[in-house]
């Protein structure tokens, strides 16, 4: 089965209290996550988006995926473009990299902002802890 995720990352203050935002389209469904995730940076809420996106493709037994994220920074050193330089975003990496490997087949994208909204709306609602 094939899927795309949208993923999105969001945090009030750097770091500050933040939430992820992920859409998963499937052949026959749409699910969405939203969740609030604590006080962190934008870019550990980034990745543990695409984290959470993945794990749950995976549940839903997607062997292709096609990832789309407004996070310049994570899309590039996903593709191996830019070095890992925070240290606590290099475990967060490792685990990316283990769940794609999962995958028969993946890219990962980048995208504006315009064209990731309701991740991007998700991961907002969820930074301040409330349901959508």
């Not at 934008?42 to 096609?66: H, M, P, S």
Request: charged content about 30%; proline content about 2%.
């Amino acid at each position: 089965m094939k899927a795309q995720l949208y993923c999105d990352g969001a945090s009030r203050g750097n770091p500050g209290d933040a939430g992820i935002g992920c859409v998963i389209l499937l052949e026959n469904k749409k699910i969405e996550i939203s969740e609030y995730i604590g006080k962190t940076t934008n870019n550990v809420a980034e990745y543990t988006a695409l984290i959470r996106g993945l794990e749950q493709a995976l549940k839903q037994n997607v062997k292709e995926i096609d990832i789309f994220s407004d996070s310049e920074l994570l899309v590039r050193q996903i593709n191996g473009l830019y070095k890992i330089r925070n240290k606590n975003l290099i475990p967060l990496y490792n685990k990316v990299m283990e769940l794609l490997n999962k995958f028969k087949k993946y890219r990962i994208l980048h995208i504006y902002r315009e064209k990731n909204e309701l991740a991007d709306k998700l991961a907002k609602n969820a930074s301040w802890k409330l349901e959508i």
